[in-house]
């Protein structure tokens, strides 16, 4: 009901611009009432925009929406704004058509170079942001492999306290590792991975060695406080 009231309020206010315009433009020349009509038309039609387009970033599988959609309407409204003042002067100052053409086409042409940046502005806040996910993820995939050792050593039953308390302070320690973007940080954060589903693996099997678990978890131990060592370039 709601978006059925927006469009006959959007059809509305279109018909009411360009009746507006015939009854009260019509002393204008032919060529500069239809100009004046389908520039205030459109407009009106930047104003109602988030009602038929859904500023999605181009190429963006994910359908991300703009993310800076503020710079968007500080675009719309400045061609808003300076579209009226060119129908204003040109109305009061007796501006030839061709005067009034050349000052819209600048107008519009700023118009589409301001969405321009926009676009790619949020293309870039994009790319910066997809990079801070794959730094971050590396960690949470760190932490989320202690956390499931962990569950695994204490659904075992039978590993002794020093073990489970060596890998409850691993699990504790993760909480003070911070993000990097550095190679060496993603080879480490890897190392980390792959040590914990060894150590997983030894943990399920019947023959387990606790030796062997001590081992691995002091290659944890090692490999943590490297990578807690690593920051971002």
Known sequence: MKKILSWASFALGFTLIICGWLLWGNREQTDV???????????????????????????????????NLGMKWG?????????????????????????QLFLHAIALA??????????????????VQEQQDAVRSGVESMRREARALYNDAMDKGTISRELTNRLSALVEEMRFISPSNSDEAAELEKRFVDLVSRARLLISSFTMNEEDLAMEISKLERTLRERKSVYSN
Do not use: H
């Open 110 to 127: 700023a118009l589409f170079a301001g969405f321009g940046f926009v676009l790619m502005s949020s293309k870039n806040i994009g790319k």
């Open 33 to 67: 009432l239809v100009l004046n009509i389908v520039v205030s038309l459109l407009m009106y039609c930047l104003l109602f925009s988030d009602m038929f387009i859904s500023w999605f970033v181009p190429g963006d599988k994910s359908q991300r929406r703009i993310g």
């Open 75 to 99: 675009v719309i409204w400045t061609y808003v704004i300076v579209s009226a003042l060119i129908i204003f002067f040109s109305i009061s100052e007796g501006w030839v058509f061709l005067v």
